[in-house]
């Protein structure tokens, strides 16, 4: 069974940055495409960025729009971690911010078409 364990998340004020981590157990994490969601109070789980790595063409990622440009998804499979970089942080990033991994498939910005999940932790960035 697979699990995700995230760290790194705290307070910060606009136009910080903050590093999420994400440790993978349990299964082949370079197997795995991988993604970060957050969660704001009153608000349903959203995609905030993905990643895979496809054996033909390197890795691939994508990213909401909300977030392009300022957060940076990575992952190193020899520490089966997975990684949000987050700059230039708004008041607007505050969330609970999870992990994810899919046991199958390509990336995917839904939540519902992943099968493992983190915890969470808290990001909060004030004004």
């Known amino acids: 069974q697979v699990q995700l364990v995230e760290s790194g998340g705290g307070l910060v004020q606009t136009g910080g940055s903050l590093r999420l981590s994400c440790a993978a157990s349990?299964?082949?994490?370079?197997?795995?495409?991988m993604g970060w969601f957050r969660q704001a109070p009153g608000k349903e789980r959203e995609f905030v960025a993905a990643i895979t790595t496809i054996s033909w063409s390197g890795i691939f990622t994508s990213y909401a729009d909300s977030v392009k440009g300022r957060f940076t998804i990575s992952r190193d499979n020899a520490k089966n971690t997975l990684y949000l970089q987050m700059n230039s942080l708004k008041p607007e990033d505050t969330a609970v911010y999870y992990c994810a991994a899919r046991a199958y498939g390509g990336t995917s910005m839904s939540p519902q078409e992943y099968h493992y999940w983190g915890q969470g932790t808290q990001v909060t960035v004030s004004s």
């Open positions: 349990g299964g082949t994490f370079s197997n795995y495409p």
